[in-house]
């Protein structure tokens, strides 16, 4: 059975940063595309970085600078690191894994940047 499971969210003041983590269980996680997606209330979930099998990287633009995306196939793990958090960035966080017509995604990892 295959499980991504995010964590690292929490409630942050405007400038900070946080460091979320998905990891992964059931996967042959090396052989999987993983990106990152966002949801705000109530908004469409949105595209906001992904990390391929060979570590090409790509970026939302309006996330491009502050976010770091990363993954560690040893430990079946895919990161995010954000800085310079703004309001704006107040959503649910979402790990996803795709490889062909197989597509995963996480439960989400809620951010809050409030002063």
């Known amino acids: 059975q295959v499980e991504l499971k995010e964590s690292g969210g929490g409630l942050v003041q405007p400038g900070g940063s946080l460091r979320l983590s998905c990891k992964d269980s059931?996967?042959?996680?090396?052989?999987?595309?993983l990106a990152w997606y966002r949801q705000a209330p109530g908004k469409e979930r949105e595209w906001v970085a992904s990390?391929?099998?060979?570590?090409?990287?790509n970026y939302e633009p309006f996330v491009e600078g502050r976010f770091t995306i990363s993954r560690n196939n040893r430990e079946s793990t895919l990161y995010l690191q954000i800085d310079d958090l703004q309001p704006a960035d107040t959503a649910i966080y979402f790990c996803?894994?795709?490889?062909?017509?197989?597509?995963?995604w996480g439960q989400g990892t809620q951010v809050t940047v409030a002063p």
């Open positions: 996803h894994a795709q490889r062909g017509s197989r597509s995963f």
């Open positions: 059931g996967l042959t996680f090396s052989a999987y595309n």
């Open positions: 990390i391929s099998m060979a570590h090409n990287v």
